[in-house]
């Protein structure tokens, strides 16, 4: 199981924490993620971390935002701050087997959390 969740509404300036759990079939997860999909835009890649140590944000949300995996819950954290109207979109957690940096790269997908920061 895939869970996702800390999406909401929020001002602009404010904050959330999202959350990508795995547990069950999922095994020997050494890669998780988020990329965003905007109306009318391309998916784009938020944040990577891998278990060795390994992540990437990108520049657009370095400033602002930070990955984090606890291992041992298989979890992983994308902290965002300082939220702006443009980071509006559906975030994605998306898992894998491999040390890759590319969530869009990654096997499994979760279902998507909303996102949407008002001006």
């Known amino acids: 199981q895939l869970v996702e969740s800390g999406g909401g509404l929020v001002q602009s300036g404010g904050s959330l924490r999202l959350s990508c759990s795995v547990s069950?079939?999922?095994?020997?997860?050494?890669?998780m993620g988020w990329f965003r999909e905007a109306p009318g835009k391309q998916r784009e890649v938020v944040a990577a971390v891998t278990s060795n140590g390994r992540s990437v944000t990108a520049e657009s949300v370095k400033a602002r935002f930070t990955i984090t995996l606890e291992n041992a819950k298989n979890t992983a954290y994308l902290e965002m701050n300082d939220l702006k109207p443009e980071d509006t979109a559906v975030y994605y957690c998306?898992?894998?087997?491999?040390?890759?940096?590319?969530?869009?790269?990654?096997?499994?997908w979760g279902q998507g959390t909303q996102v949407t920061v008002s001006s």
């Open positions: 998306s898992v894998d087997h491999d040390y890759e940096l590319d969530p869009l790269k990654y096997q499994w």
């Open positions: 069950g079939n999922y095994f020997a997860i050494n890669a």
